[in-house]
């Protein structure tokens, strides 16, 4: 399969000594396992902690005395703060190591995730929200990178969608927890147990992920690192790639802030409970990413980011019924579409950098973690003003302009490929 399917970078390919790639962690191999775990757990407590108050919005807003649109700030906070500060962790991790900053990442969100409980404010809340965020972007960049450099390129995309994987589980899990804890104790002793469980995970994390053997330190001059990011902005792939990701974070930010609104009010008046519960759906976003490798092999990665765009416009449009099961199966699709999305975009961003993998990917996570904000945001807004036709139309905006990048990267990759020379026979 060639580069331009795939999202490889034939420099990256050409620059691979076999002999390195032969050490590299395989399938089945020593140390696999291993990695797969601790990333896994990362990454559920990652997403445990990034989006805790997430499902719990109606009920700050019934503590605090606050519209839907103020306490969604809770969430764009949190992801805010990881988009800001996720390319200064990533140069951290160049210099001190990924596993380093990985933990250190991880015990400064949970020591944080602790707190929280105990904002007296919105104010409050949303600061130490923000502070989480900054926290766990020495996470997602890090990974990437790490997997990068220790796992062979064949199984890349898949370990990723390993890591993706995780995201899911902690998304699901820690929205279904607070959602049943909530309604009998409240929210603060539901984000508390979420704090306890992601300390589990970063204790099991940093005891189970083996050691780096290919980490080349880098340096942290900001001349050098500022000479890394621009040529990755310069390169129209990565720049496509980070819109993807982007605009695929606005749909599901939005929807996920908004259906617990939605769902407490008429026709379902659905209690906090079984409305956590609906964050079950997350189970079909971890398929969907550990597949995404597969789903690349058969139709190329921007054949896999249109039918990831298609499903997840279909869920959109179904989950507009008055229906509770429509509603469901619209979630379905719409957390199908963006994982499998995802997870084809981040991993064709690892394969696609040469060299600064830490940045490209810190580059890509800080494009989807805007998106998150921006669609946390706007949704609650739209969500406000229109209802929730508001946050759909929100949502397929943002569907439409992934089908529209990636028919520019096709017909880019045609003319890349008419100008290229036919080699002599």
């Known amino acids: 399969m060639s580069p331009a399917s795939t999202g490889a970078s034939t420099i990256l390919g050409a620059a691979s000594p076999v002999s390195v790639a032969d050490t590299r962690m395989t399938p089945g191999g020593p140390g696999y396992r291993r990695m797969s775990f601790a990333l896994f757990l990362a990454g559920v407590a990652t997403f445990a902690l990034l989006y805790s108050t997430q499902a719990l919005l109606p009920l700050i807003s019934g503590d605090f005395g606050v519209a839907a649109s103020e306490a969604s700030w809770t969430v764009a906070a949190a992801t805010g703060g990881l988009a800001l500060f996720v390319l200064p962790m990533s140069a951290l991790s160049e210099r001190y190591g990924r596993r380093t900053v990985m933990t250190g990442s991880l015990a400064v969100a949970v020591t ?3 707190l929280v409980p105990f904002a007296p404010s919105l104010t409050a809340l949303v600061v130490l929200r923000a502070i989480q965020g900054a926290a766990l972007a020495g996470l997602p960049a890090s990974a990437t990178a790490y997997l990068a450099e220790e796992v062979t390129p064949k199984a890349l995309v898949t370990a990723i969608g390993l890591f993706v994987a995780g995201n899911s589980v902690g998304g699901m899990s820690g929205r279904v927890i607070t959602g049943w804890v909530a309604q009998e104790w ?11 469980i992601a300390v589990a995970c970063a204790v099991a994390f940093r005891a189970l992920l083996p050691a780096p053997k290919h980490f080349a330190p ?13 040529d990755h902005l310069s390169n129209p792939l990565l720049r496509r790639l980070y819109a993807i990701g982007a605009l695929f974070m606005t749909v599901f930010g939005g929807v996920y802030t908004v259906i617990g609104y939605r769902l407490a009010e008429a026709p379902f008046g659905l209690p906090q409970g079984v409305i956590g519960s609906i964050f079950l759906v997350y189970l079909v976003g971890t398929v969907s990413a550990s597949t995404a490798g597969r789903l690349v092999g058969r139709l190329g990665r921007r054949g ?20 509770l099961p429509m509603v469901l199966l619209g979630l379905v699709l719409i957390t199908a579409g963006f994982f499998a999305g995802h997870a084809v975009a981040s991993s064709a961003v690892s394969k696609t950098a040469a060299r600064g993998r830490a940045q490209a990917s810190a580059l890509y996570q800080s494009a989807y ?18 209802g929730w036709a508001g946050t759909v139309g929100v949502g397929l905006l943002a569907v439409l302009g992934v089908v529209t990048i990636t028919v520019l990267g096709t017909r880019a990759a045609r003319v890349a490929a008419r100008r290229s020379p036919v080699p002599a026979h």
């Open 186 to 196: 409240g929210w603060r002793v539901a984000v508390a147990v979420i704090g306890v």
């Open 304 to 323: 896999a980011l249109y039918t990831a765009g298609g499903t997840t416009a279909a869920g959109l449009l179904l989950s507009l019924a008055g229906s």
């Open 369 to 386: 973690y805007v998106g998150s904000s921006a669609g946390s945001t706007v949704g609650a807004v739209a969500f406000h003003s229109g």
């Open 112 to 114: 944080v995730g602790l």
């Open 218 to 230: 880098g340096s942290l001059r900001p001349r050098a690192l500022a000479g890394t990011v621009r």
